[in-house]
């Protein structure tokens, strides 16, 4: 690396009071790309009580951050490039994160920092993930570490809110936040537990959240405002609703961060699902009442159907040999849900939910949608869908469609996930600002957990803990 040629044959002597010890010349080269993707989403993060690196440093200082134009939502590569020679010369590599400015500095004076920082402290301990990552780049780093484990949890966004709440199922409690995303809209997670993908209302972006630092790692510009979100089951694609007329469905390709195309579909989309094949993206519009399928391999549109009202949320089963057998969809106005055969391309049966036992209705803040939530099991054995106008959860067994329990689920009950062994649904009450967490088995609620304003939609994900 030309820099660390430069530092080696200059020495010290001409930059002194860069470094604190004598730079011994190590063989550590510091990675371009890792610096890029990993360490500058660092400087771009919101945390709690501190200002944005960029805030200051795109102005003040000799370490330079080039500014991010209005609308820009990461630095382009020349711009990466110019951030990592700045950085790099606040750096002595090596293993001995100590001897860098560029890591003393923001970290806390009683955790080995250095005593003042005009920026302030914002790392409190050696072992903050973010501090790790900028210390494994001055490390000579080119991936990331290993994590030292995957773990399911469930993330709950919250419509009305600035937060996602990160909630473990075994002790049913909210164990972190995702914060600086306002509006997320909807929330998959990479397979592979990496990371989390959140749509943002605001931005118009598709926000890349790093599981193990919980920051938001990259937003990618979308073609119109987004609502919901999938992700294929190898990881490599998301695909995203845009809520737009005339109706268009984005595709980003994880590995190059990069939004490849915007699919035409007919009607504002409010939600896409990757069916659980990955064969097909089915995405739904309440405007103009279709479902439009899309196939994965060619993202192209290739069949659509068209509902007597609008399409809202969206449920699969699989057949033995793991294609679509059929498509459950809420629709406006109606109270319950129909059922599509997916290979005749058409509506089959049509499902409405009773008065709920002991429970009374409610009509206010319906928002067009009085049924608003569906699952399949993972046994593939009950549908479950939610009544906002009877605070309720509908069971039914499948195949045969036949109710068999109601479980009350409080003020406004939306989407719904399910742990992958099955054992726990969770469902976002929307109007008591809790999620829900019901035993399968026995159809009894064994937690509300609280989470943020308007709790609405929820998903299972795989969380790579550090
Ligand atoms: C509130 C404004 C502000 C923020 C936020 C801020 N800095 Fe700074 N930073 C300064 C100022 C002012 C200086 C120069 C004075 C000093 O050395 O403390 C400085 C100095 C530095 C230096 C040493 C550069 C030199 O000239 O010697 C480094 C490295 C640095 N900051 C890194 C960071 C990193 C990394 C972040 C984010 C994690 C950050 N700063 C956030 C204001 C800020």
Redesign the pocket.
């Known amino acids: 690396m030309k820099y660390l040629r430069l530092l080696t044959t200059i020495g010290t002597a001409l930059i002194p009071?860069?470094f604190v010890a004598p730079a011994t010349a190590q063989e550590v080269e510091l990675d371009f790309e890792f610096f890029k993707n990993e360490v500058q989403p660092?400087?771009l993060a919101k945390r709690d009580g501190?200002?944005?690196?960029v805030?200051?440093?795109t102005r003040?200082?000799?370490?330079r951050i080039q500014p991010l134009e209005e609308h820009q939502l990461f630095f382009t590569e020349e711009q990466s490039r110019m951030n990592f020679e700045s950085?790099s010369q606040?750096v002595l590599p090596g293993d001995d994160p100590l001897k860098s400015?560029?890591l003393t500095?923001?970290l806390a004076t009683e955790a080995g920092g250095d005593a003042?920082?005009?920026?302030?402290k914002?790392?409190g301990s050696i072992y903050d993930p973010e501090w790790r990552i900028?210390a494994d780049w001055v490390a000579g780093a080119t991936d990331r570490r290993e994590p030292s484990s995957v773990e399911v949890r469930i993330i709950q966004t919250n419509a009305a809110g600035d937060d996602s709440h990160i909630i473990d199922p075994v002790t049913n409690k909210s164990i972190g936040r995702i914060t600086d995303i306002e509006i997320p809209h909807g929330v998959v997670g990479a397979p592979d537990g990496s990371q989390f993908y959140i749509t943002n209302e605001s931005l118009h972006s598709l926000d890349i959240v790093d599981a193990r630092t919980l920051r938001v790692k990259r937003r990618i510009a979308l073609s119109g405002r987004p609502n919901n979100v999938s992700v294929t089951s190898d990881g490599s694609k998301v695909y995203v609703a845009i809520m737009q007329m005339p109706g268009s469905v984005d595709v980003i390709d994880v590995e190059k961060m990069e939004n490849i195309k915007t699919i035409p579909v007919n009607g504002a989309i409010h939600n896409v699902y990757v069916t659980p094949d990955s064969k097909h993206a089915v995405a739904g519009s309440i405007q103009t009442s279709t479902i439009n399928v899309i196939d994965t391999s060619t993202d192209e549109l290739v069949w659509e159907l068209e509902m007597d009202a609008g399409i809202r949320p969206m449920t699969f089963n699989a057949k033995a040999d793991g294609s679509t057998d059929k498509i459950f969809v809420q629709l406006s106005g109606f109270h319950g849900f129909a059922v599509v055969d997916f290979d005749q391309r058409k509506e089959v049966a049509r499902i409405e939910h009773p008065p709920a036992r002991g429970q009374e209705a409610h009509y206010d803040g319906l928002q067009g949608a009085p049924a608003h939530g569906l699952g399949v099991s993972p046994d593939g054995k009950t549908v479950w869908s939610t009544s906002k106008v009877y605070s309720s959860v509908y069971i039914h067994s499948l195949p045969e469609l036949e109710e068999i329990a109601q479980v009350y689920v409080g003020q406004h009950p939306e989407w719904i996930t399910f742990t992958p062994d099955g054992k726990t649904a969770y469902i976002g009450a929307a109007g008591d600002h809790v999620t829900f967490a019901v035993d399968v088995e026995s159809m009894k609620t064994v937690a509300r957990i609280p989470v943020g304003q308007v709790p609405k939609r929820v998903a299972m994900v795989r969380m790579a803990v550090d």
């Open positions: 009071v860069l660092v400087f501190n200002i944005r690196c805030q200051c440093h003040s200082s000799s370490f950085a606040f400015r560029f500095h923001p003042f920082h005009g920026g302030g914002h790392f900028m």
